[in-house]
Antibody
């Protein structure tokens, strides 16, 4: 069964760093862009950023530019989100998602990881 | 591109028809608009891609249309499992933002 398995969430103090990862299973990982989406408690979905299929380009939403970095290792079918200088407003559930260009949509989502930024 | 969904909350009964709107602040390139359904504690599920195409396994009670800046998701003959939050998203131009969501409640 095609899936993305996430890891790395937890409670972290403001200003500290945290790294989230997603591992693909039974998917064509290296042929697709990978995105990160987050959701604050009781709030809507927010697009965080993306990395191209080959890792050559990344894009981020303005609120995380300069603090978050997306990377990938296609040999390990893994995409990561390095989050630095964390703020309370970064608290939420973080999802990785596989982008398929044919439907132009996310066809597979990770299960989500809770990140809580609090002192 | 800012996506504005309306209404914020829609209260209906099983068997009714739900009409959800997603309006973009500017034209969405290639009408790359998707619709997702999200239930509490779950990741979103893809319903519709490219404005009007149903994803695999989605019942034909779900239909969508639209182009340019105005997009609509219609759910006919509401079933109890359809009551959830629905989001639209555009993939025409980065950042690939979502609408704020429409809560469909019984």
């Amino acid at each position: 069964q095609a899936q993305l398995v996430s890891s790395g969430g937890g409670v972290i103090q403001p200003g500290r760093s945290l790294r989230l990862s997603c591992v693909g299973s039974e998917i064509d990982f290296s042929g697709h862009g990978m995105h990160w989406v987050r959701q604050g408690r009781g709030k809507g979905l927010e697009w965080v950023g993306l990395i191209w299929y080959d890792g050559s380009k990344t894009y981020y939403t303005d609120s995380v530019k300069g603090r978050f970095t997306i990377s990938r290792d296609n040999s390990k079918k893994t995409v990561s989100l390095q989050m630095d200088s964390l703020r309370a407003e970064d608290t939420g559930i973080y999802y990785c998602a596989k982008y398929d260009g044919t439907p132009a949509a996310y066809d597979i989502w990770g299960q989500g990881m809770l990140v809580t930024v609090s002192s | 591109i800012v996506l504005t969904q309306s209404p914020g909350t829609l209260s209906l009964s099983p068997g009714d028809t739900a009409i959800l709107s997603c309006r973009a602040s500017q034209s969405v390139r290639n009408n790359y608009v998707t619709w997702y359904q999200q239930k509490p504690g779950q990741a979103p599920r893809l319903l519709i891609y490219r404005a009007s195409s149903r994803a695999t396994g989605i019942p034909d009670r779900f239909s969508a249309s639209g182009s340019g800046t105005d997009f609509t998701l219609t759910i006919n003959r509401l079933e109890p499992e359809d009551f959830a939050v629905y989001y639209c998203q555009q993939f025409g131009t980065s950042p690939f933002d979502f609408g704020q969501g429409t809560r469909l409640e019984i």
